[in-house]
């Protein structure tokens, strides 16, 4: 399990990024039916069942946010002055359609403030192992096509870059990252890698 240095430094945050092994450990997740929407729900229990959405956000002690992902970037935010959490399932799809953005503005909507957001993405497909083609790089505006990288057979895709820039421009500074890459590394499951495994890791945020 490893942690960002940033919201390491907050007494009041319980946070983890897991790999495939550690996260069986994980005790008491509330989980998402994640479906690479942009849709964030604020909880202050666990839900009966989970709910289909792809960020959760709570002002409430001992709830489990918990993100799963095999490549996509699992991103956990805490608000310093407010005490809210919020966990972000991002893969490519929901940070171009803007899940980033609508889970920062119901975490504003709660009480937060974009000056005391601290964020941290966790481990997730880097630069040199996400293969893009013609059809995606076309999906993005021009002024956003410096993060594709011409290859002899397509693109490479800064994904990386990418998800800071959308954090960036949604108002947060304060933002860790672990450039661990998914892909290539057997400690964490890949989708890119091998498709047919449904398992996922998973990344933590609780209020204590």
Same mark, same amino acid.
């Given at each position: 399990?490893?942690? &960002?240095?940033?919201?390491?430094?907050?007494?009041?945050?319980?946070?983890? !990024?897991?790999?495939?092994?550690?996260?069986?450990?994980?005790?008491?997740?509330?989980?998402?039916?994640?479906?690479?929407?942009?849709?964030?729900?604020? $909880?202050?229990?666990?839900?009966?069942?989970?709910?289909?959405?792809? &960020?959760?956000?709570?002002?409430?002690?001992?709830?489990?946010?918990?993100?799963?992902?095999?490549?996509?970037?699992?991103?956990?935010?805490?608000?310093?002055? &407010?005490?809210?959490?919020?966990?972000?399932?991002?893969?490519?799809?929901?940070?171009?359609?803007?899940?980033?953005?609508?889970?920062?503005?119901?975490?504003?909507?709660?009480?937060?403030?974009?000056?005391?957001? $601290?964020?941290?993405?966790?481990?997730?497909?880097?630069?040199?192992?996400?293969?893009?083609?013609?059809?995606?790089?076309?999906?993005?505006?021009?002024?956003?096509?410096?993060?594709?990288?011409?290859?002899?057979?397509?693109?490479?895709?800064? !994904?990386?870059?990418? $998800?800071?820039?959308?954090?960036?421009?949604?108002?947060?500074?304060?933002?860790?990252?672990?450039?661990?890459?998914?892909?290539?590394?057997?400690?964490?499951?890949? !989708?890119?890698?091998?498709?047919?495994?449904?398992?996922?890791?998973?990344? $933590?945020?609780?209020?204590?």
């Amino acid at each position: 399990m490893k942690q &960002a240095n940033n919201l390491s430094k907050l007494e009041w945050v319980r946070h983890g !990024f897991y790999n495939a092994l550690d996260s069986k450990t994980v005790q008491n997740p509330i989980l998402m039916n994640q479906v690479h929407s942009v849709d964030a729900l604020f $909880v202050q229990n666990i839900p009966d069942k989970q709910p289909q959405v792809d &960020a959760l956000i709570t002002d409430t002690k001992g709830l489990v946010l918990t993100v799963k992902t095999a490549d996509c970037a699992p991103i956990l935010i805490a608000d310093t002055k &407010a005490h809210i959490v919020a966990a972000i399932h991002a893969g490519w799809k929901g940070a171009f359609q803007g899940i980033i953005e609508t889970t920062i503005l119901k975490m504003i909507e709660k009480g937060a403030s974009f000056k005391t957001l $601290v964020a941290a993405v966790g481990p997730h497909i880097q630069k040199q192992s996400f293969q893009a083609d013609e059809k995606m790089k076309a999906l993005f505006p021009v002024t956003e096509h410096h993060f594709f990288e011409p290859t002899k057979t397509g693109y490479l895709f800064d !994904f990386d870059a990418y $998800v800071l820039y959308r954090l960036k421009r949604a108002g947060v500074q304060n933002i860790d990252t672990l450039l661990d890459d998914t892909y290539p590394n057997m400690e964490y499951y890949s !989708f890119r890698r091998d498709p047919q495994n449904p398992e996922r890791q998973y990344s $933590v945020i609780e209020i204590i």
